[in-house]
Nanobody, 119 residues
Framework: QVQLVESGGGLVQAGGSLRLSCAAS????????VGWYRQAPGKQRELVAT???????NYADSVKGRFTVSKDNAKNTVYLQMNSLKPEDTAVYYC?????????????WGQGTQVTVSS
């Protein structure tokens, strides 16, 4: 099993910044890619950013140029630096880790952390 724990959420004014962390523990050898998702009230969960084992990154158009995903392999932690935050970034942010090992797919989610951006 893999456990993912997000932290760093909170209340911030528009234009401010937050850094989210996703700390992984357990059978982390199963993980290859990590993604950040978010879900606003009444909306579907959407992909925000991903980072692969080879450090390739991808971003949703809505956050390009404002958010940066990175990782610290020594700490088994993935970060999401969020700058120039907007009220529409308000959501619960989730960390997701996926991998394939010996033909078996693995998919893990964290519990989520609330981000609220006030106007």
């Amino acid at each position: 099993q893999v456990q993912l724990v997000e932290s760093g959420g909170g209340l911030v004014q528009a234009g401010g910044s937050l850094r989210l962390s996703c700390a992984a523990s357990g059978s982390i050898f199963k993980i290859s890619d990590v993604g950040w998702y978010r879900q606003a009230p009444g909306k579907q969960r959407e992909l925000v950013a991903t980072i692969t084992k080879a450090d390739y990154t991808n971003y949703a158009d809505s956050v390009k140029g404002r958010f940066t995903v990175s990782k610290d392999n020594a700490k088994n932690t993935v970060y999401l630096q969020m700058n120039s935050l907007k009220p529409e970034d308000t959501a619960v942010y989730y960390c997701n880790a996926t991998g394939v090992l010996f033909g078996r797919n693995y998919n893990y989610w964290g519990q989520g952390t609330q981000v609220t951006v006030s106007s």
